[in-house]
């Protein structure tokens, strides 16, 4: 029975003929439609139909299967995956257009404006997180630029290579090894969070929240969830997780999960800057997805607040601007540094792959500070 791996093999070829006849529709644009430009567009429409067909047959086993029934994914939703899937693997992650990827699907204006829809944020491909966007900012879907998901691709690739030999076989969950361990993941994540505000907020943020290299603000969003799930899982499969420093201080004072991220960025500043703080103005920022939040998640420092009320965090006023709130420099009290540092541990009881762990970390962290 033919595999996936040459269902695969179909789909690459059929989107290079269709590219080449797209690039010849293209050189005959503004003039009158001949026979020629005829016969291309309906050879056009029938390596589509190939196409689909071949994308029925790779998207019904595995993972794939799973994603296109969770989603019902369209026939032209698939068209855009493998459209993009192409176009990475041939020239790079550079992504294409929402012109170029609807013009190729569709032929007429009507149909192209028709089908934007599939690529707005709110549609299968985006909230999902299987396509995303560089361009935040953009609201015109026809120039903003998109690209296929690191996870969907990566995922398309394991079910190509899922039945060769050179492809590993996907590790399972596993279990928190330590207190520290999770600490540090949670450590990890907040960096997710640094990469969004940088996005969000790019000139204001940047002192701070700079981390380098391309942000997708959709993929960002993407990653942060699936990091909360990963983080959440391998708790549930860890023998006395209630028991970790972080875990009785989220359940003792019912935290959030941005009342979790101010708390955990605030304690590895604390390892690794001479100034122990980050401003008020900045950490709102950090557990902020758009302006709305911006306003509203300021009451996360307000007096009453679980984080003050608790004190778990301090605020010194002495340099800030005018007595402006968001000015105000926040750091962790003392005792909530103690209780989430743990006891001291036997060096023999801290593996190899835990103190290589806290030293990158570490090490990437004060590399993002100096920066």
């Not at 794939?64 to 026939?75: D, F, H, M, Q, T």
Request: with cysteine.
């Amino acid at each position: 029975m033919t595999d996936r791996k040459d269902y695969f093999r179909k789909v690459f070829d059929l989107c290079d003929e269709i590219d080449v006849l797209k690039d010849r529709l293209e050189r005959r644009r503004g003039r009158s439609l001949t026979r020629t430009g005829a016969v291309l567009i309906a050879e056009k429409s029938d390596k589509l139909h190939q196409l689909s067909s071949e994308l029925d047959k790779a998207f019904v086993r595995g993972a794939l299967g799973e994603v296109r029934r969770k989603y019902s994914l369209a026939r032209e939703e698939l068209l855009v995956i493998a459209l993009l899937l192409s176009h990475r693997v041939r020239t790079g992650n550079s992504g294409l257009t929402g012109r170029q990827i609807l013009s190729t699907i569709f032929d007429s204006a009507y149909d192209i404006i028709k089908g934007m829809g599939i690529l707005t944020s709110e549609a299968n491909l985006r909230s999902a997180g299987m396509v995303v966007t560089a361009d935040p900012y953009r609201e015109d879907i026809l120039e903003t630029t998109f690209r296929l998901s690191d996870d969907m691709f990566y995922a398309i690739v394991y079910e190509i290579g899922s039945q060769g030999s050179f492809m590993p076989s996907r590790p399972a969950q596993r279990p928190f090894s330590s207190a520290r361990e999770h600490l540090i993941d949670m450590g990890r994540l907040t960096a997710l969070y640094r990469r969004r505000a940088a996005a969000m907020f790019p000139v204001e943020a940047e002192d701070f929240f700079s981390v380098g290299g391309e942000v997708t603000l959709d993929e960002t969003d993407y990653r942060i969830e699936s990091a909360w799930g990963e983080i959440e899982g391998r708790l549930l499969l860890t023998k006395d997780y209630e028991k970790f420093p972080l875990v009785r201080l989220e359940r003792t004072h019912a935290l959030s999960r941005e009342e979790l991220v101010i708390v955990v960025s605030l304690f590895f500043v604390e390892l690794v800057s001479p100034t122990p703080y980050l401003v008020v103005g900045d950490l709102v920022k950090l557990v902020s997805r758009d302006e709305e939040d911006l306003i509203s998640r300021r009451g996360l420092f307000a007096a009453e607040s679980t984080l003050l009320r608790s004190g778990i965090i301090k605020f010194d006023e002495e340099y800030s601007v005018h007595r402006k709130m968001s000015t105000f420099e926040a750091y962790l009290a003392d005792w909530a540094m103690e209780e989430l540092a743990g006891p001291k541990p036997e060096a023999q009881g801290i593996t190899a792959d835990v103190q290589i762990d806290v030293h990158e970390f570490l090490k990437g962290l004060t590399g993002e500070m100096e920066t």
